[in-house]
């Protein structure tokens, strides 16, 4: 099912793809179209962590929610679309709020390569970039992609040389806050937000987008091309 993905990348690199393991933190619209594309891209090692189950709102853009679907887990749904996809993929799923208090422990049992910070919790996010910098991890995190409408501004950059995010402003400073000198790789976008009120706008185009950009990241990460 590779072929194409080999002629483009070697055998070597499709091996070492297969060979990483990936966690996953929030399969809504950025996380779920994230694993997806992953695992259409020979990832078959994933662990995936959502606390919540599908709702009828998170039909226009996550790729876990449908008619059928509402109600359930989103880790459920999306294990059960990851295997009928590859069936080879071993996935481990939680469905628990990741935070300070069990992201050590889930990452000693999991041993991932790369995590893949895609939830909206600010404070799940400071956890994710501590605990990987502490233990050497590599990990990746999403910013805001709500009340956007150009997926053509998303981009892949250090966190302190982000702008027009409202999540990557709080972030810039609690980096310098927490005197962290590590690279902090984001996805934000460049786009001014749209404001819609108190209730964040989305739609089926930036946060899938988002996704993408994140999967072609880790995969040219893991063979050399990034």
């Not at 679309?81 to 071993?90: A, P, S």
């Not at 050590?104 to 400071?126: F, G, R, Y």
């Amino acid at each position: 099912m590779f072929d194409r993905l080999e002629l483009l990348i070697g055998k070597e690199n499709l091996e070492k793809i297969g060979n990483t393991k990936v966690l996953v933190v929030g399969v809504g619209g950025v996380g779920g179209e994230c694993v997806l594309s992953l695992i259409r891209s020979g990832i078959k090692d994933i662990c995936i962590i959502d606390f919540d189950k599908v709702d009828i709102s998170n039909i226009n853009r996550q790729v876990v929610a449908f008619q059928s679907t509402i109600g359930k887990d989103k880790v459920d749904v999306l294990e059960n679309i990851i295997l009928d996809i590859n069936k080879e993929v071993k996935v481990s799923k939680y469905k628990v709020f990741l935070d300070e208090n069990n992201i050590n422990e889930i990452l000693t049992k999991e041993k991932p390569d790369i995590v893949l910070d895609c939830c909206d919790s600010k404070d799940t996010k400071k956890a994710i970039i501590r605990e990987c910098i502490a233990n050497n991890i590599e990990f990746i995190s999403s910013m805001g992609t709500g009340n956007k409408l150009d997926p053509t501004k998303l981009e892949i950059v250090d966190i302190r040389k982000t702008n027009n995010d409202p999540m990557a402003r709080i972030f810039r400073k609690w980096v310098k806050d927490e005197r962290i000198n590590k690279k902090i790789p984001v996805l934000c976008s460049k786009e001014v937000p749209i404001h819609t009120g108190k209730v964040v706008a989305s739609n089926s185009f930036v946060p899938n987008s988002a996704g993408l950009l994140i999967a072609s990241y880790v995969i040219r990460k893991i063979i050399g091309k990034y």
